[in-house]
């Protein structure tokens, strides 16, 4: 089947804009081992058939993919004409000139359709860096019917001593259910995605407003110190190695009770095709504690265009087929329109095939518009973020953190320990980068 006949209108404007001069043309990506992400890749064959262009494709895991792109792009390698980027390094790698923006978009593409919410953070100074593939920010995904036969009920607005008591209740490892899944996996992105949002609702921050870290603070030893107790008593074996991938398959496979993670897991846990707990999930907002803001965060996977590139307007022409509102109804048409990368265009959620088939549609999109950058911390705090701060030093104090918490979890040293650890790298960075005067 040719692309045009999949995309009507923005395939035929993009595909169209090829001229035979390009037909050698290789668009080397990188991008994540996601499940969109993997279906992306499967479909653009079809892109290649219709352009001429080829796609060569370097499918990483999270931390592995942030490393390689990132020392890429710093040094000017030349390696990639397209990168899936995250929220957080966006507006830095734009501000830095690592970037090209988007500009000029096709009429076709309809670049007001994408979510403010997710534009804005993709944006610097007006100019958007990356575009969305999908964006997300956070669920308590739960097993109704497992609640159900032990006499639970799920609250509204759930605490994290709430899920405590509900995995230790749940948690039957003898028959190969653990209480709940939870990030494990040390790394900025995956364990830190979440521990920085506990961090906050019990009513901790990352620095203080000197920029000194206030990750040693009384906040933070409470809400490690819950989770280290969480993930060891009623998480899975081996939980310190699993990341957003691992807890997917185990909640998918009847493995965990609960688990706490990302809004676009939906679309594949609620997919009877990939999940043998789809007609048996409900959702929740995720957690809160003695703070009953900054909860859930905000990201996004996108793609973006170093501007090291040499084939930059072929990939901009990718990214628009790729990111477009007839990619999406391609992909609803032929995975499932519960399987549709959720949280960018407002075109989605007033779709009525996805309404009807995604029983959790209107809960992302509330959580989506409700995530915010600003505002959501308990103290005053020199940055923007909750659970990331938008400053270049982040990444590496971040993954330093996720390093000790991980150690902690293990039992290789205490929770004190781990976050003086922390805090004192963190400083150490901090003044090395003239932050802290």
Known sequence: ???????????????????????????????????????????????????????????????????????????????????????????????????????????????????????????????????????????????KDLFEKAGLTMP?????????????????PANGMAGICIRGLPGWGENMALLGLMGNVYGGSQFNMDWTSAVNSPEWNNAINAYVNLASKY????????????????LANNGCAMWNDATVAAGLLFDPKRSKVADKLAIAPNPIETFDKGGSWLWAWSLGIPSSSTHA???????????????????????????????????????????????????????MEASSLTGATKNPVPY?????????????INNFLGQQIAAALTGKMSVKDALDSAAANSDKIMKKAGYIK
């Open 156 to 172: 509204a607005n759930p605490t994290w001593t709430q899920i405590t008591e509900f995995a230790s209740k749940l948690h039957d």
């Open 384 to 396: 923007v973020g909750i659970n990331f701060a938008i400053i270049p030093e982040m990444q590496a």
């Open 1 to 143: 089947m040719s692309i045009k006949k999949l995309l009507p209108t923005t395939a035929i404007a993009l595909v169209a804009a090829f001229g035979t001069a390009q037909a050698e043309t290789e668009l080397t990506i990188a991008t994540v081992n996601n499940p969109d992400m993997v279906v992306m890749q499967k479909y653009s064959a079809e892109y290649e058939k219709a352009s001429g262009v080829k796609l060569k494709w370097l499918v990483l895991d999270e931390n592995t993919l942030r490393q390689r792109v990132t020392t890429d792009i710093a040094t000017k390698g030349g390696q990639f004409d397209i990168i899936t980027i995250g929220l957080y390094e966006t507006p830095i790698w734009g501000k830095a000139g690592w970037l090209l923006p988007f500009e000029n978009m096709s009429e076709a593409y309809d670049a007001g359709d994408i979510l403010p919410t997710v534009k804005d953070a993709l944006s610097y100074e007006g100019k958007m860096y990356s575009v969305p593939f999908y964006a997300e920010s956070a669920f308590t995904f739960y097993r």
């Open 235 to 250: 998480g899975p074996p081996g939980v310190v190695g699993n990341g957003f991938n691992e807890n997917l398959n185990l």
């Open 313 to 367: 307007d072929e990939a901009k022409k990718f990214i628009e087929w790729a990111t477009s509102k007839e990619y999406i109804n391609m992909i609803g048409e032929k995975e499932g329109w519960v399987t549709i990368p959720p949280g960018t265009r407002k075109s989605t959620y007033a779709n009525q095939k996805y309404l009807d088939a995604a029983v959790f549609a209107p809960a992302t999109l509330a959580a």
